[in-house]
């Protein structure tokens, strides 16, 4: 079953591969700059037609300018052949798949969801310690949240980020902004006006603000909440007492409407409606990957080790962190090809 979400411009309705081995190749090379403001994003986000374009190895050797728009007329025989592509639902870019995951929640809500969670599991987005990784985060974000208003149509969508630093700083850069600001340790981040709520990297250090502003939003009148690449369990603290009964009786009432996470061999997928996607590197076209298995829920470790083979995700005897480190790196950069 292939992805086919309608609002999700990136999917593909193709019918299923029998199971194979598989893999694709997407790009990690969103640009480190300085904090620039949205200008240059939105420079950034011009060229993306041409890059989809670009996004499999055939297409390589086109020329970059205008080769999107020269090639839409292209005949009904190569369309059919890219919608039987294994990996047609996978976006071309770190970019991409955050406008993929904003209409994919989009699709959510207007279906009548109320509590989704997306999710880039990828080290770029995860480990913030220095600022050029924050800025480009908070620039991301943006593109989720004016992508969501865009599919959406609402007028009223309220962002609110981990501290009242960074929405004060992102206030003041973004003016233009359509959504409104707050932080999770505003003395009323939402508002009754307030139609979706977004929280931005909402961090377990401020769990208990998290579940409370979930809490008064399932009042009523309930309205959506959507948490943006959620770090609300710390590696620091271990899956103990209190990580398990977060996941169960809270994370739990959350619809993970979009995730991806690049593996060392694969990569796990998914895109609201469609199912959970398991890939296999494709070892006959580099870069690509083959869909292995489709899941109603997400795959679990057990899963994806029947799925991988254990001789695969074992890792060599007396492997270095290092070793470990630059497989999953490579795994990354296969994953976002970059263009």
Known sequence: MACSSPSCNLFLNRPSPPIPTSATGCSLSFSNSIFCGYHAISRHCASSASRIRAKFEKFQGEPPQDSFRE???????????????????????????????????????????????????????QFLDD????????ELSRIFLDTLIKET?????KAIFPDAGAAALLKYRWKDAAFKFAS???????ESEDEIIVMVVPDYQMLE??????????NDPPRPLIMW??????????????????????????????????????????????????????KDRPNRY??????????????????????????????????????????????????
Do not use: H
């Open 229 to 282: 690449n959620p770090r609300l369990i710390s590696e620091d603290v271990g899956v103990g007492v209190n990580v398990r009964k977060l996941r169960r009786y809270f994370l739990s009432t959350f619809t993970t409407v979009y995730s991806m996470r690049p593996l060392p061999s694969g990569a796990v997928f998914r895109c609201y409606p469609g199912l959970w996607k398991v890939f296999y590197d494709d």
């Open 153 to 157: 149509e609402c007028q009223s969508v």
């Open 71 to 125: 090639a839409e007329p292209s005949s009904a025989l190569e369309n059919s052949e890219d919608d039987e592509e294994d990996d047609s639902c996978l976006p071309p870019d770190l970019e991409g798949a955050v406008r993929q995951s904003s209409q994919a929640t989009a699709l959510f809500v207007s279906s009548g969801g109320m509590r989704a969670i997306v999710e880039l599991l990828i080290p770029q987005l």
């Open 131 to 138: 600022e050029g990784a924050q800025v480009e985060l908070w």
């Open 209 to 218: 603000y998290v579940e409370r502003i979930a809490s008064n939003l399932s």
């Open 184 to 190: 999770l340790s505003d003395r009323r981040p939402v």
């Open 290 to 339: 083959l869909l292995a298995q489709e899941l109603i829920s997400r795959p679990d470790a057990e899963e994806l080790e029947m799925i991988f083979g254990s001789a695969e995700e074992e890792p060599v005897q007396g492997q270095s962190l290092l070793d470990k480190a630059a497989g999953v790196i490579s795994s990354i950069n296969r994953f976002m090809k970059a263009i």
